[in-house]
């Protein structure tokens, strides 16, 4: 490597022809059949091209730069790129590693043209796009993987990113229509707006629970969750009493129930009852309902679920490494080794 950085190989200057006379000629102390004409190596020497090994006693050769060579032409089979792993991997069963997906976007596109998958998953294809300055549509049937991917986009590029998301609930009508035409969705949609994760057991047998939340109040090793409950429909107190249960079941230390139905006096009075979770964080805000009541008109205003969160503290979903320089690296971007 030279002073600037630049990779190069020294490469022989010599003629694989011995017999070309024009070509023999002194040059440095050492005669020689040399590949080019005199006047050539002067102008190649005087470019800083010609280096004399062993201290200036070695035969001339010539300082060939790697970015200069075409190199050889990339083929359809890629054993470079390892699978999505460390930093990188967020937890997606089908995740690609970024560095594929920024091969083929930069192969097949140019800046500022549009960058389309129709089954984007965990996002990976946005994000590289995105990084590399293209426009982008990213298309996904489920509502859990557009909240994976609208977390991604936020942690990747602090916030940055501008997008829109077409399909999803932004109002009260627009949400019953959900509930009512596919109220899973409507579940995993609810569970995005309070930055919870749907559970992963199948339909049917979650024993209670439609989501979780977990959180770091009390050192990096003591991951405490908070349980969710979602209802489309109507909502009664037995509902709350049955969210306490699995609270108590699951050693949880905040349960959350979220609506479409505004919750009725004596819902609020039984979870009013359930009492508080103090959470070591100390401060003058540290106590928390233990049994909270959220309706989806209350998350659509920016209400919160009421716990102990500051940056770092909710360790739901894995933070995507965050985009350094102008090209995707193997592992996460560029992500120092502190992030």
């Known amino acids: ?99 594929l997906l920024d091969r083929i976007i930069q192969a097949s596109s140019n800046p500022g043209e549009i960058v389309l998958d129709p089954f984007c998953g965990c996002g990976t294809a946005i994000i590289a796009a995105e990084h590399l300055g293209r426009s982008w549509v990213g298309i996904d049937i489920t509502q859990a993987a557009i909240v994976v991917i609208k977390k991604r986009l936020r942690d990747t590029f602090y916030g940055r990113a501008q997008y829109g998301v077409v399909g999803e609930p932004v109002s009260l009508p627009d949400a019953g229509a959900l509930a009512t035409s596919n109220p899973y969705q409507f579940q995993w949609w609810a569970l995005g707006l309070a930055d919870a994760r749907p559970t992963e057991e199948k339909r049917g047998a979650d024993k209670g629970i439609d989501g979780r939340l977990y959180f770091h109040d009390d050192g990096p090793t003591k991951t405490k969750q908070i349980v969710f409950s979602v209802k489309a429909g109507r909502v009664q107190s037995s509902h709350v009493r049955d969210l306490r249960g699995v609270v108590d079941r699951e050693k949880a230390q905040i349960g959350v129930l979220i609506s479409m139905e505004p919750p009725t006096r004596d819902m609020h009075r039984e979870a009013a009852s359930s009492g508080f979770y103090e959470s070591p964080w100390g401060g003058t805000k540290h106590l928390h309902p233990r049994i909270q009541l959220l309706t989806v008109a209350d998350l659509l205003g920016g209400k919160k679920v009421d716990y102990p969160e500051t940056e770092g503290m909710n360790v739901t979903y894995k933070r995507a490494p965050r985009a350094q320089g102008k090209k995707a690296e193997q592992i996460g971007m560029g992500l120092p080794e502190d992030e």
Do not use: H
């Open 1 to 99: 490597m030279d002073e600037g950085g630049r990779r190069y190989q020294l490469t022989s200057l010599l003629n694989p022809n011995p017999d070309r006379p024009n070509l023999t000629y002194d040059f440095k102390g050492v005669t020689r059949v040399w590949r080019w004409t005199r006047d050539r190596m002067i102008e190649e020497d005087a470019r800083g091209r010609i280096v004399v090994p062993r201290d200036g006693k070695g035969i001339p050769r010539y300082k060939r730069y790697l970015d200069e060579q075409e190199g050889i032409p990339l083929g359809d089979f890629w054993a470079d790129i390892d699978f999505a792993a460390g930093k990188e991997r967020l937890g997606y069963p089908t995740q690609k590693p970024l560095l």
